[in-house]
């Protein structure tokens, strides 16, 4: 049962305010019965909310515990992501963190440049298709890893498999146009010693991320080593 609540939660968080009980029942592959006594139990402890149209959102109880521990972590990390900042010449820098199986954006850096990649704070995006969240499947035991991977389709699983064996080997993942066309991204991902497990990643459209991919590299292989990771 608790898988199952960590599962609706982690649906809701991904749309929130647009998935109905019909909708989150077909998702975690529940009867109807079930899943409304799932939604109905997470409402009542405040887990989640729903509205007058059914629609659910996370609840103001759990709004508060990952407020409190996305300020605190942002407030970590702050001098790594402003470094990279700096060294990546004014390149957006994003943090994020590993929650149930997409990447909460935590805190950023907006580039000082005019064409920028920007992503809202709050925001959770997925782990495939993203460069934060390759980083942070490589650093993920098989088992939880395989999870993710088990979603997608025969060939893309295959090909996910072979680049997170070689971001292990490297210690940097790449998104190259594929969760969004026109921007690509490198990223690390490492746990700290509150067990969480943080991303550090540099959006640029991809024209300019190309001509600084090295900069970029050297600048996340720098971060890699924060103190704030043993923090």
Do not use: C
Request: proline letters at 3%; charged letters at 25%; aromatic letters at 4%.
């Amino acid at each position: 049962m608790l898988r199952r609540a960590a599962a609706a939660l982690d649906e809701i968080a991904a749309e929130p305010g647009r998935l109905r009980l019909v909708d989150l029942g077909e998702r975690l592959g529940l009867a109807k019965s079930t899943a409304r006594r799932l939604l109905v139990g997470l409402v009542e402890v405040g887990l989640a909310s729903v509205d007058t149209q059914g629609r659910f959102s996370l609840g103001d109880r759990l709004l508060g515990f990952g407020h409190s521990d996305g300020a605190h972590i942002a407030a970590v990390f702050r001098p790594t992501i402003e470094r990279v900042a700096y060294a990546t010449d004014g390149e957006t820098v994003d943090l994020s963190v590993l929650r149930g199986q997409r990447m909460w954006f935590v805190d950023q850096i907006e580039s000082s440049h005019r064409l920028r990649a920007v992503s809202a704070v709050g925001v959770r995006f997925p782990m495939e298709s993203t460069a934060n969240g390759k980083a942070a499947l490589a650093a993920l035991e098989e088992g939880e890893a395989n999870a993710v991977i088990s979603r997608l389709g025969s060939e893309a699983r295959e090909r996910l498999r072979a680049e997170i064996a070689e971001i292990r080997r490297t210690g940097i993942a790449f998104d190259r146009d594929e969760h969004t066309p026109g921007i690509s991204a490198a990223a690390v991902a490492r746990r700290t010693m509150g067990d969480n497990l943080v991303a550090i990643s540099v959006p640029a459209p991809t024209e300019r991320f190309l001509e600084k991919e090295q900069r970029i590299v050297a600048a996340l292989h720098a971060a890699a080593e924060s103190p704030a990771w043993a923090r």
